[in-house]
């Protein structure tokens, strides 16, 4: 888990801000859900076999409740959709949400065990086209943060019946394999054989290498929903691989899957950058009416580390340096003023000598330092020092805030922006 220090958390603004307007651009509203779920809401969505629910939550009793710290967010919003009985409001419901979540994984550069996701679910629309309209948003937010260097993954899954005559292809391809499996898989091969396919244990590699396809096996449905999807996919230009040996690790996805993978950068073996899928019964499996849907979250680590840019903070616009008792004390109230006109004010108010306080003010790459030294008060002014211009000058104290906050929100970019950047 990992702190977060300010000169790294103007990188997760943007990266946030980059999100909420793309995700608002493609008709989706944020929704916020508690941190903690029924842990049974997650073992019966998620899957009791998967690694996540098996090994990975972190969960606990509290007055009688058996809870989870939420290791996802599909979940926790199927559940608000179906307690707020949205289906009933609207028939197509976009959400996003931005937030931690945690899994007690083996920690690597890119796993953590506190982890931020952003993500959307789309409720009640059945059609391929919003699962191409889905992974072009992904596609398209990746562009738009300036990262390209990814390859879109994409599967089917079937429905549940389809997906029940997988079951048997792939037990009866398996089941004479047993022993040269994981424990893991062999423990889980009559229960949830599918999960074998995304063990990482060279031993399930080698067994599921020319294990069946279930594309082989898609019914005329699911066939006409896949060829639907890669038919958008192509209207929209969005350049894709057909991975059949994608099942990503949960039980909840129906048809459709997807996963953003890196190919250039730093994260080696955890190059996912997003995926996600169609997840029809969830709703219904929730105790709501039959309504599909689909959905997919990022890990926005993952991106920083793929974005461009450096770490900064934001900057005051003018740094207040008072020289002695009765100037730091006009320096309080007139920093008061100026944060009332909408100005980021720093007071140094441990009564240093001018060289130091110009100094931070330099560093912390303020536009304007305020010298308010006990002489010039009796006097009735202040001297600015202009740290972009190099310049120095004396202005009447009398209005001296208005003055200031003009010149330091002059320099601010976009005009109306409050403070110096
Ligand atoms: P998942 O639905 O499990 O595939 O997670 C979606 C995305 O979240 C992944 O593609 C990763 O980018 C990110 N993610 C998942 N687990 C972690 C983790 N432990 N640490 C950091 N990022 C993660």
Not at 52 to 61: I, N, Q
Not at 69 to 93: F, L, S
Not at 318 to 331: I, M
Request: charged share 25%.
């Amino acid at each position: 888990m990992n702190d977060i220090l300010p000169e790294e958390v103007e990188r997760w603004h943007k990266l946030e801000a980059a999100f909420r307007l793309h995700a608002e651009l493609h008709g989706y509203a944020e929704v916020r859900t508690p941190l903690l779920e029924p842990t049974e809401l997650f073992q019966h969505q998620m899957g009791e076999t998967t690694d996540v629910v098996e090994k990975e939550m972190y969960s606990f009793e509290r007055h009688g409740d058996q809870l989870t710290v939420r290791p996802e967010g599909t979940a926790g919003a199927a559940r608000a959709y179906v307690e707020h009985a949205v289906h009933a409001k609207e028939p197509v419901t976009r959400w996003y949400y931005l937030g931690p979540m945690f899994r007690g994984e083996r920690p690597a550069k890119g796993r953590y065990r506190q982890f931020y996701q952003a993500g959307c679910e789309l409720f009640g629309d059945p059609g391929p086209l919003c699962d191409a309209e889905t992974i072009d948003l992904v596609a398209g937010f990746l562009h738009r943060i300036g990262v390209a260097d990814f390859v879109v993954h994409v599967n089917s899954l079937g429905s549940a019946g389809t997906r029940a005559r997988y079951r048997e292809a792939l037990l009866a391809h398996f089941a004479p394999r047993k022993d040269k499996l994981s424990e893991d898989s062999q423990r889980r091969l009559e229960r949830n054989p599918l999960r074998i396919l995304d063990s990482k244990d060279p031993r399930d590699v080698e067994a599921a290498s020319d294990a069946p396809s279930i594309l082989d096996l898609l019914d005329d449905a699911d066939q006409a929903h896949w060829a639907g999807v890669l038919r958008c996919l192509d209207v929209l230009g969005v350049p894709y691989v057909v991975d059949r040996s994608l099942v990503r690790g949960l039980d909840y996805y129906t048809r459709t899957l997807f996963e953003v993978k890196a190919t250039a950068g730093e994260l080696g073996s955890q190059s996912a950058l997003g995926g996600g899928g169609r997840y029809d019964n969830m709703v219904a499996g929730l105790g709501g009416p039959s309504v599909p849907a689909i959905g997919f979250a990022m890990g926005m680590e993952r991106l920083l580390t793929m974005m461009q840019g450096e770490a900064s903070r934001r900057r005051p616009g003018c740094y207040l340096a008072p020289l002695g008792q009765v100037g730091a004390e006009r320096a309080l109230l007139l920093a008061k003023q100026l944060r009332d006109l909408g100005v980021a004010v720093e007071l140094d108010g441990r009564g240093g000598r001018l060289k130091a306080m110009l100094r931070r003010a330099d560093s912390l790459g303020a536009r304007l330092c305020v010298i308010l030294g006990d002489a010039e008060i009796e006097r009735g002014v202040v001297q600015i020092k202009d740290l972009v211009a190099h310049v120095q000058e004396e202005i009447p104290l009398e209005g001296a805030a208005r003055v200031l906050a003009d010149r330091a929100l002059e320099f601010s970019p976009g005009g109306g922006q409050r403070g110096a950047r």
